[in-house]
Structures are given as C-alpha cells and as structure tokens.
C-alpha cells in the first residue's frame, strides 16, 4: 500500500520560506511521478508542480518563480520549497502521486494534507 | 489556463439518493477529466479518471461521464460516507486546474 506523510513547520512569516518534505511508503520515489497540490481556508484546489524521473519537473506558471521541488532518493522523500510566503499562502498542503493513464493524468495516491499558516 | 467551473457549490441530499453534481471546461479537454472526494483530516480519494473509469476499489455507484467540455458525477444511492466535498480535475494541459468544488451535505 502507498503512503505518503507531509512534514514541515505549521507557521511561517511572511516574506520567509516555506519547506515541505513528503516522505513516502510502499513506492519508490525514482519511478514515479509526485506532486505538491494546496487549498487555501475555504476555497479550491490549487496544483503547484510535480517532479519525474528524481529530476525533470514542471510547475504552475503562476508560482514558478516562487516554487521548488526536489527529490531525495536516499531518503524516498520528496520536498517543497516556496519563497517569499504572503499571507495569501497559508494553506492545507497536500503531497500526491501522479498516475499518467495514457493522455490523462490524475492523483492516486495523497497524503493527509497539512496546514501551513503564514503569519508574523 | 483551463478554467473548470463547478456546480452546484452544495448540495443537500439524503441517504439513498440519486445526486449529480456538474463540471464544465472552458476549452474542450476530451476526457481528461477526474473526479476527487475530500474529507477533513483524510487523504483524498480518487473516484474517476479519464471521465468515466471507476477507480479499483470505489463502489460502483459512483459514475462518470461526458466528453468535451462538459461531464458529470452521478451517485445513485447515497450512503452515510458520501457525504464530502467534491472536486473535478482536468489534465489536457498544464497547469492542471481544478473546479471550485461541491460540498454535499445530508439532509
């Protein structure tokens, strides 16, 4: 069975960095895809990026600029990093595994999620 | 960027009911479509991918359907556990995008 658990710090002020580590169970991290999704208090889903092959990644454009993901192989994890953090960031952040089904891609496997309150 | 727009918001139903809940892109995405369930405290659940395949171990009254621009989420007899937050996903193109939601809530 895949498991994936979110860990990282609950509060960050504002114009700090966010880091996220996702550890992961039952799957290896270099033969899969993995991903950062978040949802903000009350509102949607939001995809941030997902990372392929322990290095080729793609990101929302809308955050690229602001957003890192990484793989550690020797540790099955997978990391977020999100620079610059305002309080529209705080979020439940959740780690997932990407299933590409021919053209379709789609998220199989999550984590619990984890809330991230930006905050001074 | 592919918008996914929801609908209904919400939704109040009781146990044994049949519900429908709607979502529709702004550009056609075949059927690069999937539905999610979410639960406070809980992981979220795949339902259906690719519109219409029933993820291995969902029940089956859950059905997915359309094609285009405009698809469905059937529930044909609902149980105490369906009671949840709905979300549609779309996968044509990057960013992968979201709709709003439907938050069904018992009656």
């Known amino acids: 069975q895949v498991q994936l658990q979110e860990s990282g710090p609950g509060l960050v002020r504002p114009s700090e960095t966010l880091s996220l580590t996702c550890t992961v169970s039952?799957?290896?991290?270099?033969?899969?895809?993995w991903s950062w999704i978040r949802q903000p208090p009350g509102k949607g889903l939001e995809w941030l990026a997902y990372i392929y092959n322990s290095g080729g990644t793609n990101y929302n454009p809308s955050l690229k600029s602001r957003v890192t993901i990484s793989v550690d192989m020797s540790k099955n994890q997978f990391s977020l990093k999100l620079d610059s953090v305002s309080a529209a960031d705080t979020a439940v952040y959740f780690c997932?595994?990407?299933?590409?089904?021919?053209?379709?891609?789609?998220?199989?496997?999550w984590g619990q999620g984890t809330l991230v309150t930006v905050s001074s | 960027d592919i918008q996914m727009t929801q609908s209904p918001s919400s939704l109040t139903a009781s146990v044994g009911d049949r519900v429908t809940i709607t979502c529709r892109a702004s550009q056609s995405i075949n059927t690069y479509l999937n539905w999610y369930q979410l639960k406070p405290g809980k992981a979220p659940k795949v339902l259906i991918y690719t519109a219409s395949t029933l993820q291995r171990g969902v029940p089956s009254r859950f059905r997915g359907s359309g094609s285009g621009t405009d698809f469905t989420l059937t529930v044909t007899g609902l149980q105490p556990e369906d009671f949840a937050l709905y979300y549609c996903q779309q996968s044509d193109s990057i960013p992968y995008t979201f709709g709003q939601g439907t938050k069904l809530e018992i009656k």
């Open positions: 039952g799957a290896s991290i270099g033969s899969n895809y």
């Open positions: 997932a595994r990407v299933v590409i089904e021919g053209y379709n891609d789609f998220f199989d496997y």
